[in-house]
């Protein structure tokens, strides 16, 4: 198994450009959710789904759109990137809703630079 | 307002000697937390969780405490190495139970 997979590994956009970050699961995890990390302020949750065909905004959302493609895709996208969107993405999966306690695998990430 | 913060930025200590990590949270009453281990470079990966009715938790030279009442929980590496030097993060579940919340990590530095 693969695990959490997400595309691409490095990317640097000029502002106002737009770009779809990928992620893909194999553990057949219902949920998957979107983070960013800026040094000294850890994880922040972009966007989650529960389940195939549901999304949800976490604590930051503005400037990004999502696509539960289905159970194993989950993409996030930058319409019009601005150089505050310049961070460290990561993709996640777990078995069920955080609530229940169920663990979250990460992907390896993707290092964003918006000039 | 909501807070979760970890002792140190940074911790540096001799191998073989007991490393002890911080996090302490506010205005959250999480039904468990957990402990991830980050590298660099890399994705957090999952270590423990520990439920709001256990005291503590082990797993080989990892040990997790969880006190409610001071909203602080404690982790512990006995027999430290090189090895363990990554950045650590504690996770606790939101007032809704809908999703986790992150600590912003202390990096561990074993120094042999």
Redesign the interface.
Known sequence: NAG?TQTPKFQVLKTGQSMTLQCAQDMNHNSM?W?RQDP??????IY?SASEGTT?K?EVPNGYNVSRLNKREFSLRLESAAPSQTSVY?C?SSGD???Q?D???????TRLTVL | SQKIEQNSEALNIQEGKTATLTCNYTNYSPAYLQWYRQDPGRGPVFLLLIRENEKEKRKERLKVTFDTTLKQSLFHITASQPADSATYLCALDDNYGQNFVFGPGTRLSVLP
């Open positions: 959490v959710y983070y000294g302020m850890g994880l922040r949750l989650y949800d976490g990561f996640a809703r955080q609530g306690g663990t979250q695998y990460f992907g390896p990430g």
